[in-house]
């Protein structure tokens, strides 16, 4: 199982972007996804996540400005961010519970990381 993150880039403040994350692999099923981001000297933290249903949770420091949506089709989680403040620069991560061909239980995998650059 692979995660696929795409759409980082750097973008002025105030901008918007969108980031996409595409699971791949022997998957039977993908229970939750989301968006988590890590900035410089600070610990990981959840950004946005979305539930097989479509149930969504955002950190505070996002609600209003970023939406995470996903189709279960293609496999895909997207987070669209606006208004982008210069605190939001910071190298995001998608995430997934999947379960493959491989196990039975739900395993969390972890995209590769796609930098966010917010500046003037």
């Known amino acids: 199982v692979q995660l696929q993150a795409s759409g980082g880039g750097l973008v002025q403040p105030w901008g918007f972007l969108r980031l996409s994350c595409a699971a791949s692999?022997?998957?039977?099923?993908?229970?939750?996804m989301g968006w988590y981001r890590q900035a410089p000297g600070k610990q990981r933290e959840l950004v946005a996540g979305?539930?097989?249903?479509?149930?969504?949770n955002y950190a505070d420091s996002v609600k209003g400005r970023f939406t995470v949506s996903r189709d279960n089709a293609k496999k895909t989680v997207y987070l669209q961010m606006n208004t982008l403040k210069p605190e939001d620069t910071a190298v995001y991560y998608c995430?997934?519970?999947?379960?493959?061909?491989?196990?039975?239980?739900?395993?969390?995998?972890w995209g590769q990381g796609t930098l966010v650059t917010v500046s003037s």
């Open positions: 995430h997934a519970e999947v379960r493959s061909i491989s196990s039975f239980n739900y395993v969390d995998y």
């Open positions: 692999g022997r998957i039977i099923s993908i229970n939750s």
């Open positions: 979305i539930t097989r249903d479509g149930n969504t």
